[in-house]
């Protein structure tokens, strides 16, 4: 909303106590937030650019679309000036600028310094400005016209000079959308007094209901419809004033009689609407919902097709206006009309909500009807636009006026305790303040039990107002947030919230990115054709995504069941500019579609890796990232969380066979995670074209394998004796499942842990065999173990590993 | 052992220890002035001493002594040989410039950090996280916060729609802010309340360098007897100045929320022009920058959940993750976060 401080001005006498600056400051602080301030004139050079008054009209003697104008440019000087508006007469009060001054440049846009020269072999003193040369529009047909009682002489920025604020106001407060409005709570913030804007008008013989009939069809939908007649309209253009005030606030001029309409909206919010009376067929107005099918033809010349859901104004034969929202072309006020019905009516916002919606039409009048205007509102807008069509068109208003009523409700007193204000705001605020605050906003106050009460009725305008912190919200905007103190959270502790399946999370965050894995987060909607390369198609949840129906772009149209694709589309990108060894991951979630509900959003950490490693000598591509460097990720991973994973070898596209993994932990049996390299025609699509490995870790599935205090032991109190050596196995034995076996491996009191310290396979061995050279320590907690004990356990181990895998000792 | 070779070890330790804090060569040479110095030396006096001890004792304590004597030459000898050999032995020394073995390390992405920081501010307050889901109801993300169906403050919230409804009339949505988490919270839990709820939103919005369509938001909660807008205002401040230095201003202005009441915005003083304005890039001139929305909970959520609002109050705020991270770091552009150039994230791998 657009507010001009001239306008404010006509109704608070706030001259000169604030820089506007400051006003807006004070506005955005307890009222709405000032967007922008907009200068009007602040580049109009005060001494250069005055007001001036056409005294004489004379040909030019060169040329036929100029003439040279004779103006008064203050009591005793008088000047002549070449002038190509025609339509200038004198007696016009224009803008007049002197050599020197900054302008627009009218054929251009451009600004400009005003040079005096001779125009066709006549001497100029100076120009009359057009809108377009005075930076106000882009109008150049015509000088401005300034209003009859602009002083001769004065800076043009004394009289058309502005400020216009421009307002976000909030989506229950109708009545800010007025100037009117505005000033009131100016007037409330810093203490002036606020004057209504002038009404009355004189009234004809004949009664209103002579003229027309209003029925309600449903008074939910239309609380109220009250109609005046105008007689005697002489259509014109507007003043001078009216059209600068609508200018002001992007509203476009008309003509007399919709201007006033318009000005009155602007500064009451109430939106009017004046039908030419005599195309109203059958003198009747119905306001009723549309039917399935009915056609209106709006004043912006579009047909609409209406429904039920949309509510009109109808007469006798059908709609003529979509209520609350536009008028139809048929029945507007046009340049023959001689009498108007002007409408101040009240519609129920939801209604004019759902209507402009469907119409996918929002006007200046539904904006302001959606948020909830009191019926009372309807009073005053119409007498003011009265007022104004007798001052401004020397009309006549008929007798009365018509006013159907249904929905009167009686304002409700609320009752705000002492008690209360202090309960939410945590400090007290002196009763006479209150009472201050809120007579000046409009409220009834009536003090009740010794001060500790305050009966409170809300003004008819503001609808928003429900219960008592409604008040204490207005109470202490105007009070000042400035004199809230600032305290600390005091009374109980809660509950400790224990989510293990956070911690696991934050957790591999840190360890991942410790790992030398950089931290991405992408868009969480992606396209079902990235999800299909990604996804095991076996797999039916991951394959059949959830989709949006208004999607920013299709590419963002199904919200992910994998954060692969994402990954790898990060991938690809960052390669194109960094030659080395790239480890990423993301830590979100995928959104597996349930039947009937919500997605289940299971979190995972996805990461991907590929490239030459980085070496010390910056050499790039010596020695590449492989599916060991993603398996030692994942393993420290696990072993951080004290998370036991035993891993086997899987088929699960677009994981390459032979070269991927799956881990299961030991303490659920779940999966717990995937391994692996991505096969090379799905890297492809993603235009990579190097081996590139993913690591996929769901975090729900390894929270509750996750040793949250682990089982103590006492550190050994004999050493280990240890001794390495190589057996030969056959070569598909997976060399985990030997390992877990000589961990298991128990003989008497003495126990084995292995680990691995080399594979071998071919020359010197069998075909078809492995060598695996085994590092195992033997420890007992009873003793400290000697020569023989070794061999002894050794000899039973290489038994049974014999008997279990067809292993043999390598010499 | 007797009591005057224990005086020979007390001496010994002094000397090794008095030789580790010998550095430089005067230093060496003023410690073998004062250990072995002919005239006044520690030891040499120690020596000296042997005809002042008791008769039966004077052999072990001259032998402990020369030892001693013996024993701290050799040191002064192999220190000054160290020093030598690391300064002067080329073959020994290292070029100390040449680069390290390389440790990798990732880092979090800004938006984490960021989010992290905020969560921590709060978390010594007693707040404590909880999480809910981004795919929401239309009733939980709209009408349970008193944002019903055909009232225009739908308008602050763009919203991306899930493309089936359930039962022909519950709507799945994309949550448009945090705030239905206030509702979830209070379904499950009694005060005392004090959560925070981080997590992703989505605004059905043309991205441009201050509009992105997916954010990340976190929701404050706390409701408890007692709680008052003062306190709201204190732990605003407290975060204000932990995330923007310790001399921050705040400002609170009106504003609506529908589940709120009172509403405001909490604006910080520019700490770019530390408020004065003028053509600063980071406040536009205004001085103040706006950081978050919040407000004391409205009766009726409190109510709705189960509680007396006679009793209970709450406040509850809503902060844009996004909005800091580039506030705190002069990011010009909101579409660098998930574009997720590693030129753009490497420059946030410091650890804070």
Request: charged share 25%; net charge negative; aromatic share 8%.
């Amino acid at each position: 909303m657009k507010i001009s401080l001239s306008w404010l001005r006509d109704f608070i006498d706030i001259d000169g106590q604030y820089e506007p600056a400051d006003l807006a400051r004070k506005i955005t602080n307890s009222i709405a937030e000032v967007e922008e301030i907009e200068i009007i004139g602040q580049e109009w050079d005060t001494t250069l650019i005055t007001v001036a008054e056409v005294i004489a009209i004379n040909e030019h003697p060169n040329a036929d679309r100029l003439q040279i104008v004779t103006i008064s440019t203050n009591h005793n000087e008088s000047k002549e000036v070449i002038c190509g508006d025609l339509s200038i007469f004198v007696g016009q009060r224009v803008a007049f600028a002197r050599e020197g001054a900054h302008l627009v440049d009218g054929r251009t846009g451009e600004k400009t310094v005003l040079k005096a020269r001779p125009i066709r072999g006549v001497e100029s003193a100076g120009m009359l400005l057009s809108e377009k040369e005075l930076g106000l529009s882009d109008y150049h047909e015509t000088v401005l016209t300034l209003p009859f009682d602009a002083s001769v002489g004065v800076a043009l920025t004394e009289v058309y000079g502005d400020v216009i604020f421009d307002l976000y106001t909030w989506a229950n407060r109708a009545d800010l959308l007025g100037v009117l409005g505005i000033a009131r709570e100016i007037s409330a913030l810093v203490g002036v007094s606020l004057h209504i804007p002038e009404v009355g008008h004189v009234e004809s013989e004949r009664a209103v209901g002579d003229f027309i009939d209003v029925t309600i069809e449903d008074s939910d939908l239309c609380p109220r419809y009250k109609a005046a007649i105008v007689e005697g309209i002489i259509i014109g253009s507007s003043p001078e004033w009216i059209k600068k005030r609508l200018r002001a606030h992007n509203v476009r001029p008309i003509n007399n009689v919709v201007d006033i309409t318009n000005y009155v909206m602007l500064e009451t919010g109430q939106p009017l609407h004046a039908f030419d009376y005599d195309s109203i067929r059958g003198q009747h107005i119905f306001v009723r919902q549309a039917e399935q099918g009915e056609i209106i033809t709006t004043i912006d010349g579009l047909e609409r097709e209406l429904s039920p859901d949309i509510l009109t104004v109808c007469d006798k034969e059908g709609p003529i206006a979509i209520a609350g929202v536009m008028g139809s072309l048929s029945s507007q006020v046009n340049s023959s009309t001689k009498s108007i019905l002007l409408e101040s009516a009240n519609f129920s916002p939801a209604s004019i909500r759902r209507g402009s919606t469907l119409l996918k039409l929002r006007s200046e009048a539904s904006t302001r009807f959606e948020k909830g205007i009191g019926p009372e509102m309807a009073n005053f807008a119409q007498a003011r636009a009265l007022y104004l069509l007798e001052t401004v068109c020397n009309s006549t208003a008929a007798k009365g006026t018509l006013d159907v009523y249904p929905g009167f409700v009686k304002p409700k007193a609320i009752i705000l305790s002492a008690y209360r204000l202090e309960q939410v705001l945590g400090i007290k605020i002196d009763s006479v303040d209150v009472v201050r605050i809120l007579n000046s906003l409009g409220f009834d106050v009536t003090i009740k039990k010794e001060l500790e009460e305050f009966e409170v009725v809300p003004p008819y305008w503001r609808t928003d107002i429900e219960i008592a912190d409604d008040l204490i919200e207005d109470v202490i905007r105007i009070y000042g947030y400035e004199n809230l103190p600032t305290t600390k959270l005091s009374g109980t502790l809660p509950a400790p919230i224990v989510n293990n399946l956070t911690n696991l999370r934050d957790n591999s965050r840190v360890v991942i990115s410790g790992l030398g894995f950089q931290e991405i987060l992408t868009y969480t909607l992606t396209s079902k054709e990235d999800l299909a390369k990604v996804n095991d198609p076996k797999d039916k949840v991951r394959s059949d995504p959830l989709g949006v129906s208004n999607p920013i772009a299709s590419q963002h149209t199904w919200l992910r069941t994998s954060l692969r694709s994402s990954l790898l589309r990060t991938f690809a990108a960052n390669r194109k500019h960094q030659d080395q060894a790239l480890r990423l991951f993301e830590i979100g979630v995928e959104y597996l579609p349930v039947v009937d509900d919500l997605p289940k959003e299971q979190p995972v950490l996805c990461a991907v890796l590929g490239g030459g490693r980085r070496e010390r000598w910056m050499r790039p591509g010596s020695k590449n990232l492989d599916f060991f460097d993603a398996k030692g990720a994942l393993e420290t991973l696990l072993l951080s969380q004290g998370i036991k994973a035993s891993f086997s070898s899987i088929i699960s596209p677009p994981l390459k066979p032979g070269f991927s993994a799956k881990a299961t932990a030991v303490a659920t049996g779940e999966t717990i995670a995937v391994i692996g390299q991505i096969e090379e025609k799905t890297a492809d699509f993603f235009n990579i074209d190097e081996p590139i490995y993913l690591l996929e870790f769901w975090l729900s599935k390894a929270v509750d394998a996750v040793h949250i205090r682990p089982e103590y032991m006492p550190p050994p109190r004999y050493p280990d004796a240890r001794h390495d050596f190589a057996i030969i196995v056959p070569e598909h034995i997976p060399s985990g499942e030997v390992i877990n076996f000589v961990c298991a491996h128990r003989s008497g009191d003495v126990g084995c842990e292995a680990e691995l310290f080399d594979e071998y396979r071919g020359e010197g061995l069998p075909a078809q065999m492995k060598s695996l050279g085994l590092a195992v320590k033997y420890r007992s907690q009873n003793r400290t173990l000697n020569e023989k004990d070794v061999l002894k356990c050794r000899k039973s181990l290489l038994n049974r590993l014999e008997k279990e895998f067809g292993a043999l000792l390598r010499n | 052992m007797t009591k005057s070779t224990d005086l020979v070890t007390e001496l010994k330790a002094e000397a090794l220890a008095d030789l580790v804090d010998s550095i430089t060569s005067e230093q060496r040479e003023a410690w073998r002035v004062r250990w072995l110095g002919r005239q006044d030396g520690r030891v040499t006096q120690l020596l000296r001493s042997i005809s002042d001890q008791p008769v039966e004792q004077r052999g072990e304590f001259g032998k402990a002594a020369n030892t001693l004597k013996l024993l701290l030459a050799s040191e002064l000898k192999l220190a000054s040989d160290r020093d030598q050999g690391a300064f002067q032995s080329a073959d020994l020394s290292i070029d100390v410039t040449l680069p390290g073995r390389p440790q990798d390390i990732g880092a979090f992405h800004p938006i984490t950090q960021t989010l992290h920081d905020c969560i921590k501010v709060f978390e010594d307050m007693g707040f404590q996280v909880f999480e809910g889901p981004e795919v929401e109801w239309e009733h939980y993300n709209f009408d349970a916060v008193r944002i019903p169906k055909d009232h225009p403050a739908r308008d602050m919230w763009d919203t991306i729609w899930v493309d089936s409804i359930i039962d022909g009339e519950r709507s799945m949505l994309l949550r448009t802010h945090t705030s239905p988490n206030q509702i979830r919270v209070m379904e499950t839990n009694d005060p005392p309340i004090r959560v925070l709820v981080p997590g992703k939103c989505y605004r059905q919005e043309a991205t441009d360098a201050t509009h992105e369509w997916m954010l990340t938001q976190i929701e404050g909660l706390a409701v408890d007897e007692g709680i008052t807008m003062s306190d709201l205002k204190g732990a605003l401040y407290d975060f204000a100045r932990r995330l923007f230095g310790k001399d921050r201003e705040i400002i609170f202005h009106h504003s609506f929320f529908p589940f709120v009441e009172p509403g405001i915005e909490m604006a910080i003083d520019c700490f770019i022009c530390s408020g004065s304005g003028g053509n600063c890039r980071t406040c536009h001139g205004a001085g103040w920058i706006e950081i978050l929305g919040a407000g004391m909970v409205h009766p009726e959520i409190i109510e709705n959940a189960g509680f007396d609002s006679s009793k209970f109050t709450g406040f509850a705020f809503g902060v844009g993750i996004e909005r800091v991270a580039m506030l705190r770091w002069g990011i010009d552009d909101i579409r660098h976060f998930y574009q997720n150039d590693l030129r753009f994230l490497g420059q946030f791998s410091s650890i804070k």
